[in-house]
């Protein structure tokens, strides 16, 4: 048998993570991953001094049909068939798992091609448009969440495993979270979040609801992940109102974070849902209104049908709205207890063993 899997993971936080989650429990089995990845910033910054090969291929996203970038689409499509194809050859993987997006499409059909065995992982309630299109061709169709199968063809093979996480993200001490953000142990945390790269929209929210907090300014605390476009002035937001606040960029001490978060206000990126959910962190998901097919909004409202979160689209979003729900939350007796045990429907501790062991199943030597 191949020692070797080609794991297709690159584009964005949310097809990476899972992608390095799957790659470490291989590992861990003595296979050896080999990840493909985007040029994008996301990836170089994400997987440097990682422990996994990489590979950045040309692809891009789908631009749509009017956009002057369809020439260069096609171009990455060309060249990144090349660069898989002198992957391959030289030393071909035993199996090819593409973790969604528009870094899986050709390796994949590449796989096919060559009669190596080919999975795909989507976490989204509404699978990818590369999802779709594959799924009655491959030889497993693993998604992160039941409500996915309706949207696949019947005569995919589909098997739910849960959206794989990362091990380091859990198990750091709430107290060494605390003593790491400058944080009082006897206030609750907001945790805010709006993915890999920030998000505008939960940024402005977020700054809107601190005129309305009131007495909560005084019992809370936040720790506010903003992207780096948006840092400057959202830090200067909580200075203005008194708040007690850890404000960054970015943040590579997830593990720290989680721990110390009693809700968290975010998008509903499948990925990071996956991560506060087996953190047991209460949501406030503020979907992004313009993902392609609506998947967060779908997402998010699996979630909150099942207790786990609050659903507030942006559209409808304001300050008051936020600080409302926020103290529902956290002021509520009993409310953010159950919020936190709805979490654990949703808990994906041991998604990568499953989706590893989906791989290794289908393997040829």
Not at 215 to 240: C, I, K, P, S
Not at 253 to 264: F, G, I, L
Request: some cysteine; proline content about 4%; hydrophobic content about 50%.
């Amino acid at each position: 048998m191949s020692s070797r899997v080609a794991i297709a993971c690159g584009g964005t936080g949310g097809h990476l993570f899972p992608g390095v989650a799957v790659a470490d429990e291989l590992l861990g089995r003595g296979v050896e991953p080999l990840l493909l990845v985007s040029r994008k910033k996301v990836d170089e910054v994400a997987l440097r001094g990682g422990k996994h090969a990489a590979v950045a291929v040309s692809a891009i996203g789908w631009p749509g049909l009017k956009s002057p970038r369809v020439a260069s689409f096609a171009l990455g499509l060309v060249r990144t068939y090349v660069e898989c194809a002198r992957i391959f050859r030289v030393r071909r993987p035993g199996a090819v798992l593409g973790m969604g997006g528009f870094t899986s499409a050709v390796p994949l059909w590449l796989a096919r091609r060559w009669g190596i065995p080919a999975l795909i992982h989507d976490s989204n309630v509404i699978p990818g448009r590369v999802t779709r299109s594959l799924a009655a061709k491959l030889d497993r169709v693993l998604v992160g969440l039941e409500a996915c199968r309706g949207h696949l063809p019947a005569t995919a093979a589909v098997v739910v495993t849960g959206t794989p996480v990362r091990k380091e993200l859990f198990g750091a001490a709430r107290g060494d979270g605390l003593a790491l953000f400058g944080f009082d142990a006897g206030r609750k945390t907001v945790l805010v979040m709006g993915g890999s790269q920030g998000a505008r929209g939960v940024n402005d929210a977020v700054v809107a609801a601190l005129p309305a907090l009131g007495a909560q300014m005084g019992a809370w605390q936040f720790l506010h992940l903003t992207g780096a476009e948006d840092r400057a002035r959202v830090e200067a937001a909580y200075q203005g109102a008194g708040a007690r606040a850890a404000v960054l960029a970015f943040c590579d001490r997830m593990s720290a974070a989680y721990a110390v978060a009693d809700v968290a206000v975010a998008r509903s990126g499948a990925a990071s849902l996956a991560e506060t959910a087996t953190a047991g962190i209460p949501s406030i998901l503020v979907p992004y209104p313009h993902a392609a097919d609506n998947h967060q909004w779908f997402n998010a409202k699996v979630f909150a049908d099942a207790g786990a979160a609050v659903l507030l689209e942006q559209s409808k979003l304001d300050g008051a709205a936020l600080a409302g729900t926020l103290r529902e939350i956290l002021e509520t007796p009993g409310r953010a207890e159950a919020m936190r045990a709805a979490c654990g429907a949703f808990s994906c501790g041991a998604a990568a063993a499953r989706v590893a062991d989906e791989v290794m199943g289908v393997m040829r030597p």
